[in-house]
């Protein structure tokens, strides 16, 4: 922190017991070891409180970042999503399949950005996102190794 050599300490040690004398030199060792000790820990509090602004600072910008694309994220994937399907359609699971909207066909009963709709971007509709299929591994019989990497 200071840069002190041992000679310079030693120099410091030996004007300090011939100014202060023996008898009152540990007393003066204990008051310069508490002041000593506070200022460390102000510097010590001080320090953290800077790290913590500037921790603070960064969470923030990161955040105004992740906002700024998970909106370019939603605003380019909002024309992917699928058209809007009736509460009452996701709700009966036992709803035959002829009683379903067929998807292939153009639907001309929604409104869209043609015709006026406030919601053209589908902002308020849920990302429809494939399930993967999940199958094992074939199996199949490894070769064998050998003595590839044995001690011998």
């Known amino acids: 922190m200071f840069n002190i050599d041992s000679s310079e300490f030693l120099l410091v040690a030996i004007v300090a017991l011939v100014v202060i004398g023996p008898k009152d030199l540990p007393k003066?060792?204990?008051?310069?070891?508490?002041?000593?000790?506070?200022?460390?820990?102000?510097t010590r509090q001080f320090r953290q409180g800077f790290d913590?602004?500037?921790?603070?600072?960064?969470?923030?910008?990161?955040?105004?970042?992740w906002a700024a694309e998970?909106?370019?994220?939603m605003r380019e994937h909002a024309a992917d999503t699928p058209p809007h399907v009736d509460a009452d359609a996701m709700?009966?699971?036992?709803?035959?399949?002829?009683?379903?909207?067929?998807?292939t066909a153009p639907d001309h009963t929604t409104p869209d950005a043609t015709h006026g709709d406030a919601h053209a971007d589908h902002s308020d509709r849920?990302?429809?996102v494939e399930k993967p299929v999940v199958?094992?591994?074939?199996?199949s019989e490894h070769p064998s190794r050998g003595t590839e990497g044995a001690a011998s």
């Open 126 to 128: 849920p990302v429809m």
């Open 135 to 139: 199958a094992p591994a074939p199996a």
């Open 52 to 65: 913590n602004m500037v921790r603070e600072a960064e969470l923030e910008e990161m955040e105004k970042r």
């Open 91 to 103: 709700s009966s699971a036992t709803t035959p399949a002829a009683a379903l909207p067929d998807h």
């Open 28 to 42: 003066a060792m204990r008051v310069v070891g508490y002041w000593v000790g506070k200022a460390r820990g102000v």
């Open 70 to 73: 998970n909106e370019r994220i």
